[in-house]
């Protein structure tokens, strides 16, 4: 699989996401990947497991893909999560086998403001 491939797989995948249009979601998971949430000590092991959880996830839920970057078999993805109207910013690593994603890692931050001793050098985004 090239680089063109993955990354229409990917923006795929996003779509479905904030679709939640769970089947489409996932097929881009091999069935043996393993998905890891670093922040909660968590890992989930198999695409059906993997499914499942977010099948099982109560809030409403929007994705919004800020970019996507990636070489061979290591992609990344920013995007905001929003829960319930609530954003978080996330970053997630793709590590690519065989065309399909055989592990995942999410890294969550909620939103802050800018420190005082900084305010005066920064612009809003």
């Known amino acids: 699989m090239n680089d063109r491939s993955i990354r ?4 795929r995948h996003w779509e479905a996401s904030d ?8 097929d881009i998971y091999r069935a043996d990947a393993v998905l890891f949430y670093p922040q909660s000590g968590e890992r989930i092991s198999g ?3 993997i499914k499942e959880s977010r099948r099982v996830q109560p809030s409403r839920k929007r994705f919004t893909v800020r970019r996507i970057i990636g070489d061979g078999d290591l992609w ?3 995007f905001v999560l929003t829960y319930d109207g609530a954003p978080s910013f996330v ?3 793709m590590e690519f086998r065989g065309g399909l994603v055989a592990r995942e890692t999410q890294y969550f931050a909620d939103p802050f403001d800018p420190g005082p001793s900084r305010k005066h050098l920064v612009e809003p985004m």
């Open 47 to 49: 695409r059906d497991k």
């Open 91 to 93: 970053v997630s690593i």
């Open 76 to 78: 990344v993805s920013e």
């Open 19 to 26: 679709a939640n249009d769970f089947p489409a979601e996932h």
């Open 8 to 11: 229409a797989a990917l923006e």
